[in-house]
């Protein structure tokens, strides 16, 4: 049990699909991020969410959309993926601090697979 | 800007002890943070430090941080199967929108028996 619950855990579309991610942090926490993990590459921030607010997008394709309905769930969006996009797909949440230490709590994961 | 290595793979034997070296570029880290990733999860907090210590021990775990080197380091004791996983570490800077980790590319550790 992680306090971060991520659904589905595998997931396999097509390149016209349209499918969602979801993300649920019991944890209290007030920020909340999406991550790429690629084989062999470093762990890729695609977006952050704090107070419900997207404080952070980096540079990511727009046929990824994350929403944040509230500071518990955060989804992300797909439609018409690429065969690249096929990742694990991670979900993490932490409570901002002024003192500097927000560990981080990960979910464990969607693996999305792109036909 | 920022940027954190690590070696790729290291092997053990069981009961030796691992160590798992990173290191990064920025000075103004404010915390280190160690991760664990076993195959089909996500990453599971192992440990941190602050930027001002330079050692901490948890029970097996001891962090060692060189500051003026900019390079850490997690040594686990009497290594065990279980502690196979890719480990990873990250580094905490302050950002406009807030704190911000950054990570390396994670070390496969293999233990053998």
């Known amino acids: 049990e992680t306090g971060v619950t991520q659904t589905p855990r595998h997931l396999v579309m097509g390149m016209t699909n349209k499918k969602s991610l979801k993300c649920e942090q019991h944890?209290?926490?007030?920020?909340m991020y999406w991550y790429k993990q690629s084989a062999k590459k470093p762990l890729e921030l695609m977006f952050v969410?704090?107070?419900?607010?997207?404080?952070e997008n980096n540079s990511v394709p727009s046929r990824f959309s994350p929403e944040c309905p509230n500071s518990s769930h955060l989804f992300l969006h797909l439609h018409t993926l690429q065969p690249e996009d096929s990742a694990l797909y991670l979900c993490?949440?932490?409570?901002?601090?002024?003192?500097?230490?927000?560990?981080?709590?990960f979910g464990d994961g969607t693996r999305l697979s792109i036909l | 800007g920022e940027d954190v290595e690590q070696s790729l793979f290291l092997s053990v034997r069981e009961g030796d002890s691992s160590v798992i070296n990173c290191t990064y570029t920025d000075s103004s880290s404010t915390y280190l943070y160690w991760y664990k990733q076993e195959p089909g999860a996500g990453l599971q907090l192992l440990t941190y430090i602050f930027s001002n210590m330079d050692m901490k021990q948890d029970q097996r775990l001891t962090v060692l941080l060189n500051k003026k080197d900019k390079h850490l380091s997690l040594r686990i004791a009497d290594t065990q199967t279980g502690d196979s996983a890719i480990y990873f570490c990250a580094e905490s800077t302050l950002t406009g929108g807030g704190n911000k980790l950054t990570f390396g590319t994670g070390t496969q550790l293999k233990v053998e028996l």
């Open positions: 969410y704090s107070l419900e607010e997207r404080v």
């Open positions: 993490a949440s932490s409570q901002e601090r002024t003192n500097g230490n927000q560990p981080q709590h």
């Open positions: 944890l209290g926490h007030n920020a």
